[in-house]
């Protein structure tokens, strides 16, 4: 469903990413993982062009877009694929949630107004903010609007959600209830690639753990497989340096 294929990103003589190759399957829940400045984050955001990558291919349900060469048409169309879940929220203060959540549906889909309507009162409902709905961003706690956040990303029905680390702004007694949305929503088949740091939750939703470290994908392959039992000195180190003796409860 997804391929990367030698994806490479430069910043000056700075190179960030130094020939990625990954696929992702239908209904995978794929979880990376990494130090900071791994390269992760920034992987993940050249899968829809937010940052361009410097060389490669991306390809989303057949469609490919070469990177040295994307062409404004070709990167949009691939960005409707996608859907982004962000760090810090990146909700228009100035509209309720539900306005938050109709946004993208009725500028970037041109869904009629009711439709647009329906379609987010849904998916508010599955996050569990059928109360908040009327609620402007200063009205909700950071959970409440990281949840606007999810429900705005699924609401465009796209073929694969990327989430940048969905948590970490949060307060600690606010990540479990953002976590057990996404796992909800996991558990229906939804594709995802996640940026994380937390590990129960990789462990426990994720089928496939990439592990990255100095732009380049150290280790990849089953969760158990990871954190249990894995092959590479440099993993091995992370995990046992990351790994906390709890987790949340999700």
């Known amino acids: 469903m997804i391929q990367l294929q030698n ?4 910043y000056g ?6 020939g990625i190759d990954l ?7 794929v979880v990376i993982l990494g130090p900071s400045g791994s390269g992760k984050t920034t992987l993940l955001r050249c899968v829809n062009f937010l940052e361009r990558p410097s060389d490669g291919q991306v390809t989303i349900s057949g469609f490919t877009v070469d990177c040295k060469q994307p062409g404004k048409q070709n990167i949009l169309k691939l960005r409707r694929k996608t859907a982004m879940v962000f760090q810090h929220y990146n909700l228009f203060k100035h509209k309720t949630a539900l306005e ?6 009725v ?8 439709e647009a309507k329906q379609k987010s009162l849904d998916v508010l409902e599955k996050v569990g903010l059928s109360d908040k709905i009327h609620h402007y961003p200063s009205q909700l706690s950071g959970g409440q609007q990281q949840r606007v956040g999810i429900a705005r990303a699924l609401a465009l029905s796209p073929e694969v959600i990327l989430f940048d680390e969905p948590t970490s702004a949060l307060d600690p007694e606010l990540v479990g209830e953002v976590l057990a949305v996404i796992k909800k929503i996991a558990r229906e088949g939804v594709t995802m690639i996640v940026v994380t740091h937390e590990m129960g939750f990789a462990r426990e939703v994720a089928n496939h753990i990439v592990f990255m470290d100095g732009g380049v994908i150290v280790e990849e392959g089953p969760p158990d497989e990871i954190f249990s039992n894995p092959k590479e ?4 180190q ?3 340096r990351i790994t906390p003796e709890w987790s949340y409860v999700i």
């Open 23 to 29: 696929t992702v399957n239908k209904g995978d829940v």
């Open 100 to 105: 938050n959540v109709m946004e993208g549906l």
């Open 7 to 10: 994806i490479r990103k430069s």
């Open 238 to 240: 992370f995990v046992r």
């Open 107 to 114: 500028v970037a889909q041109k869904l009629p107004k009711e």
């Open 233 to 236: 000195e440099r993993t091995k």
């Open 13 to 18: 003589s700075h190179e960030v990413l130094k």
